[in-house]
């Protein structure tokens, strides 16, 4: 089956660091994915990793490790804007076909 | 102009109605998308739709019917509907890469009374 975790809820403080983590199990790997969700909209898509490594865009950082099945979503210098629900995706499968979401995590940033 | 639009944004309909959603995309994408986001549940995938043909169909209720009559537009068409299936529905569409992400519309908030 498909399996998808990551934690329920954060909180940070302003102008703080904080990793959002995410394990998955699924029947192939094609690309991982994190979103952002605020309250009554669309998820937007933030960064996109295959490979081994990490992917640096601005305040936000996406780490992988294939082997481990494991990512994370590094967020630097925090803003009460950030407060939204962050989605861990797997593409499982070749292009052309859907991900696979967590249930997400939601993030309170607070002054 | 959004690059996702769905209509309506908000439906509230009876258990004996039939009622369609809509989504049209603007950014030459040839695959689209229908989640299903219910409180404290992961999206759920409902359909999948490559080059105006269905590949993915994950046993979904026969009370909800997909239509996508080309590469711009999709819908999502309900009847006999239970009060368990309100929920937001979110549409998306993408390029058929595999790096190519998911852009979803805003969706349509469905209650069902």
């Known amino acids: 089956g498909q399996n998808i975790d990551q934690p329920t809820e954060m909180t940070a403080t302003e102008g703080a660091i904080v990793q959002i983590n995410c394990t998955y199990q699924t029947s192939g790997f094609n690309g991982l994915f994190w979103y952002q969700q605020h309250a009554g909209e669309a998820p937007t898509f933030l960064s996109y990793n295959v490979l081994d490594g990490l992917e640096e865009k601005g305040r936000f950082s996406s780490f992988l490790s294939r082997s481990k099945g494991y990512s994370y979503l590094l967020l630097k210098e925090l803003q009460m804007k950030d407060s939204a629900s962050y989605l861990c995706a797997v593409k499982p499968h070749q292009a052309g076909t859907a991900l696979i979401f967590g249930k997400g995590t939601t993030l309170s940033v607070s002054s | 102009e959004t690059g996702v639009t769905q209509t309506p944004r908000h439906l509230v309909m009876g258990m004996t109605n039939k009622k369609s959603l809509k989504c049209e995309q603007h950014l030459g994408h040839n695959a689209m998308y229908w989640y299903k986001q219910s409180a404290k549940k992961p999206l759920e995938l409902m359909f999948v739709?490559?080059?105006?043909?269905?590949?993915e169909n994950n046993s979904v209720p026969s009370r909800f019917s997909p239509e996508c009559p080309n590469s711009s537009h999709l819908f999502l068409h309900l009847h006999t509907l239970q009060p368990e299936d309100s929920a937001l529905y979110l549409c998306?569409?993408?390029?058929?890469?595999?790096?190519?992400?998911?852009?979803f519309g805003n969706g349509t908030r469905l209650t069902v009374t």
């Open positions: 739709y490559s080059l105006e043909e269905r590949v």
């Open positions: 998306a569409s993408s390029h058929v890469r595999r790096e190519s992400p998911l852009h």
